[in-house]
């Protein structure tokens, strides 16, 4: 069975302190790792897609990376309007024309000024 | 362009009414999906399509059913709703790119059934 877990569930940090997120995942293959943002009373918002091992992507304060087993999602210098859930999710080769994600539980980050 | 929008935004059912959920995008996307939020369950898919006229079920499809007559929209229908029901709905939709589809989310309904 594929499954995502990230950690921590939820994380603080003050602003301009920098940390990791983290999504251990177990999958029979990977198609793809996705990043998304998600603010309170809103829908998920994409940030990055991941498709192997030792790939990297930045936008801004925030840089993803991928190994086989997990991904880590570094946030530099955070500032409060970085405060949100971040959810991670795989697309696993579950047979041919599978479009089904698998989310993981989110870590609710607070930026505190 | 307006992404994935979804209408409404808020509804409060009785037990046993029924409701349709309307999702629109105009990014020409094959691809669109349905999931529901739950806190502590994450994001579970309930349907989804592959083009107009074609539907399939996720994870959670019992107690929903759908319709993909334009390639624009897709439609979530609740025909006797239940209290195990009450969620946060997200519509999404996607575009293949390689070998996995990047999917943009509208902003949810949040259901409420008594």
């Known amino acids: 069975e594929d499954q995502v877990t990230q950690s921590p569930e939820a994380l603080r940090l003050q602003e301009g302190e920098s940390s990791s997120l983290n999504c251990s995942y177990t999958?029979?293959?990977?198609?793809?790792l996705f990043w998304y943002r998600q603010d309170p009373g809103k829908g998920p918002e994409f940030l990055f897609t991941l498709y192997s091992a030792g790939e990297e992507k930045e936008k801004e304060r925030l840089k993803a990376t991928l190994t086989k087993k997990e991904s880590f999602l570094h946030i530099t210098a955070p500032k409060p309007e970085d405060s949100a859930t971040y959810l991670c999710?795989?697309?696993?080769?579950?047979?041919?024309?599978?479009?089904?994600?698998?989310f993981g539980k989110g870590t609710k980050l607070s930026v505190i000024p | 362009n307006a992404g994935v929008t979804q209408t409404p935004k808020f509804r409060v059912l009785k037990t046993g009414q029924s409701m349709t959920l309307l999702c629109a995008q105009d990014m020409n996307h094959e691809y669109m999906y349905w999931y529901r939020q739950d806190p502590g369950m994450g994001l579970r898919l309930i349907h989804y399509s592959v083009g107009e006229g074609t539907t399939a079920k996720g994870e959670v499809p019992d107690g929903y059913n759908v319709s993909r007559l334009k390639k624009q929209n897709f439609l979530l229908g609740l025909e006797s709703a239940a209290p195990s029901q009450t969620s946060v709905y997200f519509c999404?939709?996607?575009?293949?790119?390689?070998?996995?589809?990047?999917?943009?989310f509208g902003p949810g309904t949040r259901l409420t059934v008594t």
């Open positions: 999710a795989v697309h696993p080769y579950s047979g041919a024309g599978s479009y089904q994600l698998t």
């Open positions: 999958v029979s293959g990977l198609r793809g």
């Open positions: 999404a939709s996607s575009y293949r790119q390689g070998h996995t589809y990047e999917q943009y």
